[in-house]
């Protein structure tokens, strides 16, 4: 099955609505991501090791939350200043912030730890402690990420982000061979979309169902193999590649989504 894409018209992220985002996607703890293939990933590292970046992450902490233990330095990058303003509320502890504590505790709690009230509170201490900065990013231009968090970093993770932007696989190919340049050599870019096209799940995505006041320039629909090819073509070894299918409660919606490792020659 070749790639599509859904054409919603030009997007203005200055609407974007960073809560109505988290609530309709993150509200049902983890229904959006396979967090067991994170938190596998993880454990290969040292404890307070990894300087990582979370590119295009919106206002989604998943990245954060699933690292925070091996992670020494976390920047997180977004474009709209809407998601980083929210990313900066919650590291502010604004009671009008996404709260994330029942993230965090499904998270523990499948890492094998207690998900107590004392425990969850360590743990955001410890993701606040080590987010260094929330900064401007921008994948189709030249100035990929803000002066100054060019890295390298050991990890990049990108979730949710180049599908919407890129509208073919070559696009999002060449991307993420401008993306490597902020990986160290042997490190490791974790891809994640959704909109993955399979034998029996066509997603609903931003066509659908109206999500955060906003529309996006296109929505790529594409084969998990895609994301595949895309990593090596850029010289990256696929380590592993999670595809989940899965019903949103909230939005009474199927989708599906790839998680793609990569290690960088």
């Known amino acids: 099955m070749s790639a599509a894409v859904i054409d919603n018209g030009r997007g203005n992220y200055a609407l974007f609505h960073s809560q109505d985002y988290l609530r309709k996607l993150f509200a049902d703890v983890g229904v959006l991501q396979d967090v067991t293939a994170h938190i596998e990933f993880f454990s290969q590292f040292p404890d307070n090791s990894v300087a990582m970046l979370d590119y295009g992450g919106g206002p989604n902490l998943f990245a954060l939350i699933v690292g925070a233990e091996k992670v020494a330095r976390y920047v997180h990058s977004d474009y709209a200043n809407t998601n980083r303003d929210e990313v900066e509320k919650w590291r502010n502890m604004d ?20 998900g107590t009230d004392e425990v969850v509170l360590r743990r955001e201490d410890r993701m606040r402690r080590v987010l260094e900065a929330v900064v401007y990013c921008d994948a189709k231009s030249d100035k990929m990420i803000a002066d100054g968090y060019e890295g390298p970093y050991d990890v990049v993770t990108c979730s949710f982000c180049l599908e919407c932007v890129f509208q073919t696989v070559e696009a999002l190919t060449e991307a993420i061979g401008r993306l490597s340049a902020l990986v160290k050599p042997g490190g ?66 199927d989708d599906a989504i790839a998680i793609t490792f990569g290690k960088k020659s």
């Open 95 to 114: 009671p009008e912030a996404f709260s994330w504590k029942d993230n965090v505790r499904r998270i523990l709690k499948l890492e094998g730890r207690e």
């Open 188 to 253: 490791y870019f974790v891809l994640t979309v959704s909109g993955v096209i399979g034998d029996h799940v066509i997603p609903y995505f931003f066509d659908q169902i109206p999500i955060a006041g906003f529309k996006y320039d296109g929505f790529l629909l594409a084969p998990a193999r895609c994301y595949v090819d895309a990593l090596k073509a850029n010289g990256y070894t696929v380590t592993r590649q999670v595809v989940r299918s899965y019903h949103h409660p909230t939005l009474n919606v």
